[in-house]
């Protein structure tokens, strides 16, 4: 199994919303990432988990808390977004967080903020 | 922030040509890599070439690297109708390994049958 999911597909949510974004990879893979993508821009990474844990976090607003419950699981939690904030968020994995590697990406949550 | 930059060029071509696209970065690397993406879908990797390494080849897909340049280009050869696609090269800047991969702008390409 080479493939990461990301649930749902599509998203719409207010900005007193609370929602959450999941994505699930069954390849064994230790480092877990977040990146947002604007229409026509390049993936920005958003967070990096290592083992679990989060190691980096790109100066990310706190509406967006990302969770790690277990090494196949990564969450994207998000409460009180903005307009600003719609966008394509895609997932990806890599076998090991210190190693040259390739990332799986899933195929991308696409929200919308109203 | 983002490394890897590409030409920011759209490349139009007929099915059955060779289509060249080039990235440029800004620091030492340990790797840069190539993905596509799909009508704005998910990233697939395509190739990945180590900072020690020139040419690479995958397919009809051929990767040079340039480090005193800090260059990078991609062909792809022999163009399908399925080749068309955003093309993005990524960076993985040294010492961070693959965990901060900077993503440059991108290249639209699109192969007509």
């Known amino acids: 199994d080479t493939e990461v999911t990301q649930t749902p597909k599509h998203l719409v949510m207010g900005m007193t919303n609370k929602k959450s974004l999941k994505c699930e990879q069954h390849?064994?893979?230790?480092?877990m990432y977040w990146y947002k993508q604007k229409a026509k821009k390049p993936p920005e990474l958003m967070f990096v988990?290592?083992?679990?844990?989060?190691?980096i976090n790109e100066s990310v607003p706190s509406r967006f808390s990302p969770e790690c419950p277990n090494s196949s699981l990564l969450n994207l939690h998000l409460h009180a977004l903005q307009p600003e904030d719609s966008a394509l968020y895609l997932c990806?994995?890599?076998?090991?967080?210190?190693?040259?590697?390739?990332?799986?990406f899933g195929p991308g949550t696409r929200l919308l903020v109203l | 922030s983002q490394q890897g930059e590409e030409d920011p060029q759209a490349l139009s071509i007929q099915e059955g040509e060779n289509a060249t696209m080039n990235c440029s970065y800004k620091?030492?690397?340990?790797?840069l890599q190539w993905y596509r993406q799909n009508s704005g879908r998910g990233l697939v990797h395509l190739i990945l070439?180590?900072?020690?390494?020139r040419e690479k080849h995958s397919g009809r897909l051929r990767v040079t690297l340039d480090t005193s340049k800090k260059s990078s280009s991609l062909l792809i050869t022999a163009s399908r109708a399925a080749d068309t696609a955003s093309y993005f090269c990524?960076?993985?800047?040294?010492?961070?390994?693959?965990?901060?991969?900077?993503f440059g702008k991108g290249n639209q390409v699109v192969v007509i049958p």
């Open positions: 990806a994995s890599s076998q090991d967080p210190g190693r040259q590697e390739t990332q799986y």
């Open positions: 620091t030492s690397i340990n790797n």
């Open positions: 990524a960076t993985a800047p040294f010492p961070y390994g693959n965990n901060r991969l900077a």
């Open positions: 390849m064994g893979h230790r480092a």
């Open positions: 988990y290592s083992y679990e844990k989060l190691s």
């Open positions: 070439i180590r900072s020690n390494e």
